[in-house]
């Protein structure tokens, strides 16, 4: 197994240009699955965990509802906004500015072949991270992500998940609430919960978060939960 990881911080990417990216690097990672199965060979497959931030836009997942966008076109171009239906799990969410969404680009053949076990481990890196904040964060029951107070009527949601996998092969990922603009959220139904709020860490904590400190924070969770020897490239 090789539990190596190309680590790459992307940076702010328009979303459609990061999607590209991700499906070329999934695409590759498949086919070299597939190559060593024709040629009966056991070659080491690629692994990436990816970090980025993305101008405004709505995600709307293969089992969302589109009547969760409560916007118009003509709504999206007021708020400079983009949406796009695309192939993961999971219902609608936003991404933008000052918020941290990770792409991990696994072949779970390397560490594990559980999805629930790689999506509740995902989730553990970010408790832990939030952890790192004197923030008390877990599951709420029947849902995926990371919540605040999951235990009460208060339960708002400060990281949504939705993934793909194929042959074990992982993209899509998370997407983490930093400095995040909330008020993006009110143009949708979040993840197709309509009685939930969400936060953010600079919400929670009242104060603008060094972004580079929580990418740090965060990617060393994924290395120790993961087993994962990051390499920067």
């Known amino acids: 197994m090789n539990k190596q990881v190309f680590f790459q911080d992307w940076g702010r990417v328009d979303y459609q240009k990061a ?32 970090f980025v931030e993305h101008p405004h836009v709505y995600t709307l997942g293969k089992s969302g509802k589109p009547e969760n966008l409560l916007l118009d076109e003509q709504g999206l171009l007021d708020k400079q906004a983009s949406y796009y239906k695309i192939n993961r799990g999971g219902d609608i969410t936003y991404h933008g500015p000052g918020q941290l969404v990770g792409y991990p680009i696994l072949d779970l053949d390397n560490f594990f072949t559980d999805i629930h076990l790689y999506m509740r481990t995902i989730e553990e890196a970010v408790i832990r991270t939030l952890a790192d904040y004197g923030l008390d964060a877990g599951r709420y029951p029947g849902y995926t992500g990371v919540w605040l107070d999951p235990d009460n ?14 042959r074990w092969v992982t993209m899509h990922g998370f997407a983490f609430n930093v400095n995040t603009d909330l008020n993006y959220f009110n143009n949708i139904v979040p993840c197709g919960i309509d009685d939930k709020a969400v936060a953010s860490l600079q919400g929670e904590l009242g104060k603008e978060i060094d972004l580079k400190e929580v990418k740090e924070r965060l990617r ?13 490239v």
Not at 25 to 32: E, M, P, Y
Not at 157 to 164: F, L, Q, S, T
């Open 153 to 166: 009527e208060r339960a708002r949601k400060i990281c949504a998940i939705g993934v793909r996998a194929s």
């Open 220 to 232: 060393k969770h994924f290395a120790d939960l993961f087993g994962m020897e990051l390499i920067h």
């Open 19 to 50: 999607w590209d990216r991700q499906e070329h690097i999934f695409a590759q990672i498949v086919q070299q699955k597939t190559d060593n199965r024709l040629n009966n060979t056991t070659n080491a497959t690629d692994n990436y965990l990816i």
